[in-house]
């Protein structure tokens, strides 16, 4: 009851003592031919260079350093809760838009005790002509107290009970997340 079986490679049939093997090959020479490795060229996902791999391969980058950059998302900028844009500067590492477009502003980076301040108040409205520095916490508390003649809007009774109502919606939303 011995079946014929054919080598897939070459189409000579497979002797029978090479079947407990590999059933689909007449020899080694035929067995290698079949795996050899095959190439073909990619485009590179980061840079867009052109490179020869493995056709078995998931290779996606030319090199190490494109798969690392590409894997650290530089520039990638999110809204955080606070409202205010974040962009990230490395690895594991983001940094307040506004700040980062002050410190190019002044062209120097800006020192820990230095605060930002929107001038027409939109956390998310980041041009240069936008933003003001201030030398301290309380300088910027005294801009705004002046604004507004020591009463600030954000201190009425409504946009204060308002504000506590968002937190612990904030607070129960990130509890079930």
């Given at each position: 009851m011995n079946k014929l079986v054919l080598c897939v490679v070459c189409g000579f049939p497979v002797p029978?003592?090479?079947?407990?093997?590999?059933?689909?090959?007449?020899?080694w020479a035929c067995y290698q031919a079949e795996h050899r490795a095959k190439y073909s060229n990619r485009l590179c996902l980061f840079c867009g260079k052109q490179f020869k791999v493995n056709v078995r391969s998931k290779k996606k980058y030319c090199s190490p350093e494109c798969r690392y950059r590409a894997s650290t998302n530089l520039g990638h900028e999110y809204a955080g809760l606070n409202g205010y844009i974040y962009i990230k500067t490395g690895p594991k590492h983001y940094q307040l838009k506004h700040r980062l477009i002050a410190e190019q502003k002044l062209r120097r980076p800006l020192k820990p005790d230095e605060n930002c301040h929107h001038i027409n108040g939109d956390k998310h409205d980041n041009r240069p002509e936008n933003i003001k520095v201030f030398a301290s916490n309380s300088a910027h508390i005294i801009y705004h107290n002046s604004l507004y003649g020591g009463k600030h809007p954000k201190d009425s009774p409504e946009a204060i009970k308002k504000r506590v109502e968002t937190r612990k919606r904030n607070r129960l939303y990130h509890a079930t997340v």
């Amino acid at each position: 009851m011995n079946k014929l079986v054919l080598c897939v490679v070459c189409g000579f049939p497979v002797p029978s003592k090479n079947r407990y093997r590999n059933q689909r090959y007449c020899s080694w020479a035929c067995y290698q031919a079949e795996h050899r490795a095959k190439y073909s060229n990619r485009l590179c996902l980061f840079c867009g260079k052109q490179f020869k791999v493995n056709v078995r391969s998931k290779k996606k980058y030319c090199s190490p350093e494109c798969r690392y950059r590409a894997s650290t998302n530089l520039g990638h900028e999110y809204a955080g809760l606070n409202g205010y844009i974040y962009i990230k500067t490395g690895p594991k590492h983001y940094q307040l838009k506004h700040r980062l477009i002050a410190e190019q502003k002044l062209r120097r980076p800006l020192k820990p005790d230095e605060n930002c301040h929107h001038i027409n108040g939109d956390k998310h409205d980041n041009r240069p002509e936008n933003i003001k520095v201030f030398a301290s916490n309380s300088a910027h508390i005294i801009y705004h107290n002046s604004l507004y003649g020591g009463k600030h809007p954000k201190d009425s009774p409504e946009a204060i009970k308002k504000r506590v109502e968002t937190r612990k919606r904030n607070r129960l939303y990130h509890a079930t997340v």
